[in-house]
């Protein structure tokens, strides 16, 4: 069990980088790039504040102009012999290999973290792959990749060290939004083991190497054919000794902090046969999963994590791979379309291929190569257990994908959605809410409330959609007792809390909700009469799942607070009086030391109100004592589909607004991603609470609340009274005023896009 230390936090792997990166350099050139933007945010943030490096200085921090500007400012300031760093993804990583190739050229030592996202290709993404760090991979810099952000940490301070006694860049990344955005119980490094672990001396030779007027140099010259290529094959050395650096490194560390790392990790069954080749988030996901297959279902399988992959060391490689493997499963999260294979699998291959010439290996295993992931798609257990049940037949298919159903050239592996590896005693939760509503807010202080309270462990993990403010958010949250290591969505979760009503009839929810389980909702109906209110097809796994259905007006109390949309405090409140994970005096009392820490800068009114939106949270919580037979006509209809709508919309639009995009096979897709135009109109949301009502007496006719609303979706038409001819009696209008004098006057809200 965790232990109340004050070193044990919970944080997401952009904090976690964030506080290694600024405590152990001087210059920091920040660009903002989703889901990078928090680790310069934060660099920015503690240098305001004043906060010191290591060394007792505060660190610069410049934001550029682009990326490349970033990256340039970086190079010149480690010229300078100042440590420097940066941080990016996607895009804004491709802008900085211009200047990456002459960091790495002329020996620089630097670290740059990236939170890796998928490169636009046929389309924008800014979700979490691998295709822009392998982008970079010719470079020359060292490529090291954590898994969750304990390793995420961890690796920002090792990579630093090894980067400074190996004279090599490194670039050091882990998967957006995954890793970047997930919270977990990090162990946090002191400063002063920080300081110890960077020797000085090795800063010191980083100086003396810098351009200085009173020890003059040159670089950057240029060469003609007769000498450049002797000069790029002088870095050969430094290169063939940054293995072993990094496993002295890796052994250090080790002795500092007692958490041991290894350019590969092998994990799984000394004899397996079948074994997985990954690196970064999917290492955790293999890893619990070969612990399960191995335990459960007696098999013989297992993990090779991939922690540094530029150099890649074969002779390392060879020596975690089990003598007894026969069948191998290299997984890319990655398409290098036109290529033989991803770049992971041609690595593993070439290898394998070595170390059976050298006499390392018995027999030739069959090494097969597939993708995962890409756009941060779902990678979980399930997909894991059809990659090693791909392995156990006589031809297993190669260049596979998993996680989508691929019905144009049959590449996808089929997995069975039910097959859940959780231990009963973590327990799960999800919440549904609107983005900027402070649900996902509420949940980091509900991890941090439980993780310092209980003694517990705790992850939570938040999906975003692109549109962010005013769309849909769903964080899932998991307490334990044991580390949690599942960086994939929760299928069957123990209480389920709905922060927006208007989700009922749109979002698939409750159908993760485990028989017996608690579910929550923000109702503007009572206990009494909700039932009455709820679409037939909730009612129906509401009374098959026997749940324990509780009501809140969240959103009136938070009104008559004076806290506006924000429900999150009461919503955060009722879900611990309710799951009995605190006993509910400890609960309100750590949640209003909380509120006090969170918003006492903003000032003591509105810590206050927060305090009095905790109390009568308490005693505003219904139970629904409910039938046990459907009652409702209201339909579950996410997307109204009708007849004139164009077929692209009634087959794809609409699935994608169902939140069943994950279900739409590769057929239905175009493969260029030319869209048809004019599908937006289809998209009704629907989602306001409240929406604004047009008062022709009290109007002036200025048209502001058109000018100003964010959505478009009040608009103002004047126009000649024969217009008017044939309009129902409840269509609102008036006489124009000044210039519109003579006109007829409407103000119109589209209700549905509010």
Same mark, same amino acid.
């Given at each position: 069990m965790l232990t109340k230390t004050a070193n044990k936090v919970a944080m997401d792997g952009n904090t976690a980088v964030a506080y290694v990166a600024h405590a152990t350099n001087e210059v920091i050139a920040i660009y903002p790039i989703t889901p990078s933007s928090v680790m310069g945010e934060l660099a920015d943030?503690?240098?305001a504040n004043g906060e010191r490096n290591i060394w007792g200085t505060v660190p610069t921090v410049v934001e550029m102009q682009s990326e490349g500007g970033a990256s340039g400012a970086v190079h010149g300031a480690l010229t300078t012999g100042a440590l420097s760093t940066t941080f990016t993804a996607s895009q804004g990583l491709l802008l900085m290999i211009p200047n990456m190739y002459k960091i790495a050229g002329e020996l620089t030592p630097t670290v740059f973290h990236v939170s890796a996202r998928a490169v636009a290709t046929h389309a924008l993404s800014i979700f979490g792959d691998h295709s822009d760090v392998m982008s970079v991979r010719q470079t020359g810099w060292a490529l090291i990749a954590s898994s969750n952000p304990q390793e995420a940490q961890d690796f920002a301070l090792i990579a630093q060290r090894a980067s400074l006694e190996s004279r090599i860049p490194f670039l050091h990344f882990f998967d957006g939004f995954r890793t970047s955005h997930e919270i977990n119980i990090v162990e946090q490094i002191s400063f002063d083991d920080m300081r110890r672990f960077l020797p000085d001396e090795l800063i010191s030779e980083h100086r003396r190497r810098a351009l200085d007027p009173e020890r003059p140099s040159m670089r950057g010259t240029s060469q003609n054919p007769d000498v450049f290529f002797q000069g790029r094959e002088a870095i050969n050395k430094y290169y063939n000794q940054l293995p072993s650096i990094i496993k002295r490194v890796f052994d250090e560390f080790y002795k500092l902090t007692g958490r041991r790392y290894d350019l590969f990790e092998y994990v799984g069954s000394p004899n397996a046969e079948r074994i997985i080749v990954i690196m970064a988030s999917g290492c955790d996901v293999v890893e619990e999963t070969v612990k399960y297959l191995n335990s459960k279902n007696n098999e013989n399988v297992g993990v090779i994590k991939v922690k540094v992959y530029r150099p890649f060391s074969v002779e390392d490689f060879i020596r975690v791979l089990p003598k007894t493997v026969k069948k191998i499963a290299v997984m890319d999260r990655t398409k290098e379309a036109g290529s033989s294979g991803e770049p992971l699998y041609l690595d593993v291959v070439n290898a394998i291929t070595k170390g059976y010439k050298l006499g390392l290996l018995g027999e030739m295993p069959l090494i097969i190569g597939g993708r995962y992931g890409l756009g941060s798609k779902e990678f979980n257990p399930a997909m894991?257990?059809?990659?090693?049940?791909?392995?156990?037949?006589?031809?297993?298919?190669?260049?596979?994908?998993?996680?989508?159903?691929?019905?144009?050239?049959?590449?996808?592996?089929?997995?069975?959605?039910?097959?859940?590896?959780?231990?009963?005693?973590?327990f799960k939760a999800i919440f549904y809410g609107l983005g900027s509503d402070g649900t996902v807010g509420a949940n980091k202080n509900t991890i941090k409330i439980i993780s310092e309270e209980t003694g517990q462990y705790a992850q939570g993990y938040f999906v975003y959609d692109s549109k962010k403010a005013g769309s849909l958010t769903i964080s899932y949250v998991r307490f334990g007792k044991e580390y949690i290591r599942a960086p994939y969505l929760i299928n069957r979760a123990h209480f389920i809390g709905c922060h927006q009503f208007t989700f009922l009839d749109k979002y698939e929810m409750l159908?993760?909700?485990?028989?017996?389980?608690?579910? $929550?909702?923000? +109702?503007?109906? #009572?206990?009494?009469?909700?039932?009455?209110?709820?679409?037939a097809h909730v009612q129906e796994l509401i009374i098959k799942k026997k749940a324990k259905f509780y009501v809140i007006n969240a959103s009136e109390i938070a009104k008559k607070v004076g806290m506006g949309?924000?429900?999150?405090?009461?919503?955060?409140?009722?879900?611990?009086?309710?799951?009995?994970?605190?006993?509910?005096?400890?609960?309100?009392?750590?949640?209003?030391?909380?509120?006090?820490k969170t918003y006492i800068r903003k000032g003591m009114d509105i810590v206050e109100k927060n305090w009095k939106a905790v109390d009568k949270t308490v005693e505003a919580i219904e139970e629904v004592k409910y039938p046990d037979k459907i009652t409702s006509n209201i339909p579950f209809n996410p997307c109204r589909i009708t007849e004139d709508m164009p077929e692209f919309v009634k087959n794809v639009t609409c699935q994608m607004i169902s939140y069943k995009g994950d279900k $739409?096979?590769? +057929?239905?897709? #175009?493969?260029?991603?030319t869209y048809p135009t004019a599908t937006s109109q289809f998209e009704k949301r629907n989602i306001a609470l409240e929406v604004p009502v047009w008062e022709?007496?009290?109007?002036?006719?200025?048209?502001?609340?058109?000018?100003?609303?964010?959505?478009?979706?009040?608009?103002?038409?004047?126009?000649?009274?024969?217009?008017?001819?044939?309009v129902p009696p409840t269509f609102k209008y008036t006489d124009g005023r000044g210039d519109l004098k003579g006109l007829k006057f409407t103000v119109q809200v589209a209700v549905e896009d509010c």
């Open positions: 943030l503690k240098s894991v257990k059809a990659v090693f049940d791909n392995l156990s037949l006589p031809n297993p298919k190669n260049n596979f994908t998993v996680g989508i159903i691929d019905d144009v050239t049959g590449s996808s592996l089929e997995w069975n959605e039910n097959f859940d590896i959780e231990p009963e005693t973590t159908d993760k909700l485990m028989d017996g389980g608690v579910f $929550l909702l923000n +109702s503007p109906y #009572p206990a009494s009469q909700v039932w009455d209110y709820l679409p949309s924000r429900i999150n405090v009461v919503m955060q409140t009722a879900f611990f009086a309710i799951s009995g994970v605190l006993p509910k005096d400890d609960a309100i009392k750590a949640i209003k030391e909380s509120i006090k $739409l096979p590769v +057929s239905s897709f #175009p493969p260029d991603g022709p007496n009290l109007c002036i006719q200025c048209g502001i609340c058109s000018f100003v609303c964010p959505h478009a979706v009040i608009r103002i038409k004047a126009y000649e009274e024969s217009e008017l001819k044939g």
